[in-house]
């Protein structure tokens, strides 16, 4: 089972558990200890997750952090719960923010079980940021957070490539955050800002209380046409995928009338084989098949523009499998048995990767 096979597994079962994990012990069994083992991690290793780390700060001895991730025996992730019914956001990590002066870690996590904020130390070495760069909600989990998640386990973890990500994460949540509260209730100085581009006169009380409307509604209307353009733009992309489809569709049966869609079971062996490929990569059921006239085809999210490959079993003296490269066309690659299609893993492997960059 896959991570993503893992923490859909443990989203299912997490509103099940609410009513019995009003203890913080009861959330770490329940909830917190199958996260970390989805990151990969063996919870029932001490030198891969270490319960009860201790390390001691200062005057204080003996002070403990709920779990802590380790690697040839350090510490590169801690951990502190709270009950599952917690409002993190009136809770300050403060074990955290110790242990960070006195170990080798550079994440630290705050969770109820449900929420995790995750923490390190961008703005000074050694001292844990007072905002999270990452935060997530189990419930409410979409594809990017689940991708920003999978660099943190056991087999993708690299902290370099974590840092630059967490680094990026923060302050663009942090734009994002000024940019909301600015469309919602512009500052004097931002509306400031964009009349003294485009209006020559004094910038009286009475005109900026004017342009504070005037920006609000632009903003409101610049958002409105983007979002616009990019889902036409989306639906003319749909649509030209379609039509060429329809085309080949088409000619073949122009070509032979007797031509009509037939999916085989080797049609089918092949379609399973690659979802067993991908399976590790990405979630299975994201990988779909639409059999036409022409071929069999592969695609990620049942999506005509992002194929993954095609079939070409109908000949039945000879077999190819095709991969679509950046100009749309096809490079055939003949096969002798469908066997040979794990021979090529690591290009479908490829193949899904530019869909997810």
């Given at each position: 089972?896959?991570?993503?096979?893992?923490?859909?597994?443990?989203?299912?079962?997490i509103?099940?558990?609410?009513?019995?994990t009003?203890?913080?012990?009861?959330t770490k069994?329940?909830?917190v200890?199958?996260?970390?083992?989805?990151?990969?991690?063996?919870?029932?290793?001490?030198t891969?997750?270490?319960?009860?780390?201790?390390?001691?700060?200062?005057?204080?001895k003996g002070?403990?952090?709920?779990y802590?991730?380790?690697?040839?025996?350090?510490?590169?992730m801690?951990?502190?719960?709270?009950?599952?019914?917690?409002?993190l956001?009136?809770?300050?990590?403060?074990?955290?923010?110790?242990?960070f002066?006195?170990t080798?870690s550079?994440?630290?996590v705050?969770?109820n079980?449900?929420?995790?904020?995750?923490?390190?130390?961008?703005?000074?070495?050694?001292?844990?940021?007072?905002?999270?760069?990452?935060?997530?909600?189990?419930?409410?989990l979409?594809e990017?957070?689940?991708n920003?998640?999978?660099?943190l386990?056991?087999?993708?973890?690299?902290?370099?490539?974590?840092?630059?990500?967490?680094?990026?994460?923060?302050?663009?949540k942090?734009?994002?955050?000024?940019?909301n509260?600015?469309?919602?209730?512009?500052?004097?100085?931002?509306?400031?800002?964009?009349?003294s581009?485009?209006?020559s006169?004094?910038?009286?009380?009475?005109?900026?209380?004017?342009?504070?409307?005037?920006?609000?509604k632009?903003?409101?209307?610049?958002?409105?046409?983007?979002?616009?353009?990019?889902?036409?733009?989306?639906m003319?992309?749909?649509a030209?995928?379609?039509i060429?489809?329809?085309?080949?569709?088409?000619?073949?049966?122009?070509?032979?009338?007797?031509?009509?869609?037939?999916?085989?079971e080797?049609?089918?062996?092949g379609?399973?084989?690659?979802?067993?490929?991908?399976?590790?990569?990405?979630?299975?059921?994201?990988?779909i098949?639409?059999?036409t006239?022409?071929y069999?085809?592969?695609?990620?999210?049942?999506?005509?523009?992002?194929?993954?490959?095609?079939?070409h079993?109908?000949?039945?003296?000879?077999?190819?499998i095709?991969?679509?490269?950046?100009?749309k066309?096809?490079?055939k690659?003949e096969?002798?048995?469908?066997?040979?299609?794990?021979?090529?893993?690591a290009?479908?492997?490829a193949?899904?990767?530019?869909?997810?960059?």
């Amino acid at each position: 089972m896959d991570f993503v096979d893992k923490i859909q597994e443990l989203i299912v079962k997490i509103p099940k558990q609410l009513e019995y994990t009003a203890t913080e012990e009861a959330t770490k069994n329940a909830l917190v200890m199958p996260f970390i083992n989805s990151l990969g991690y063996n919870v029932f290793d001490p030198t891969e997750v270490m319960p009860e780390f201790v390390a001691d700060v200062g005057t204080k001895k003996g002070e403990k952090v709920d779990y802590a991730i380790m690697r040839e025996g350090n510490p590169i992730m801690l951990i502190e719960c709270k009950s599952s019914g917690t409002n993190l956001d009136n809770v300050h990590a403060s074990q955290l923010f110790r242990y960070f002066s006195v170990t080798d870690s550079r994440i630290g996590v705050l969770t109820n079980g449900v929420i995790y904020k995750f923490y390190s130390d961008l703005e000074q070495t050694n001292k844990m940021d007072s905002k999270p760069f990452l935060e997530i909600d189990l419930l409410n989990l979409n594809e990017s957070q689940i991708n920003e998640i999978k660099k943190l386990t056991k087999s993708k973890f690299n902290l370099d490539e974590v840092m630059s990500s967490a680094s990026d994460l923060k302050y663009t949540k942090e734009i994002k955050k000024i940019l909301n509260d600015q469309l919602s209730n512009p500052d004097d100085d931002f509306v400031r800002f964009f009349a003294s581009q485009v209006y020559s006169g004094k910038l009286t009380q009475v005109v900026r209380e004017q342009f504070n409307g005037i920006v609000k509604k632009a903003f409101s209307q610049f958002i409105s046409d983007k979002i616009n353009d990019r889902l036409k733009f989306a639906m003319d992309q749909e649509a030209v995928a379609t039509i060429e489809v329809e085309e080949e569709e088409q000619e073949a049966v122009l070509s032979d009338p007797e031509n009509r869609i037939e999916t085989t079971e080797e049609e089918m062996e092949g379609y399973y084989i690659i979802k067993s490929i991908l399976r590790e990569f990405i979630d299975p059921a994201r990988i779909i098949y639409r059999d036409t006239i022409s071929y069999f085809g592969i695609l990620l999210d049942d999506n005509n523009r992002k194929p993954i490959c095609r079939l070409h079993f109908n000949n039945t003296n000879k077999k190819s499998i095709a991969f679509i490269d950046e100009n749309k066309k096809e490079n055939k690659v003949e096969i002798k048995d469908l066997n040979e299609i794990y021979k090529y893993s690591a290009r479908l492997k490829a193949t899904v990767e530019i869909y997810e960059d």
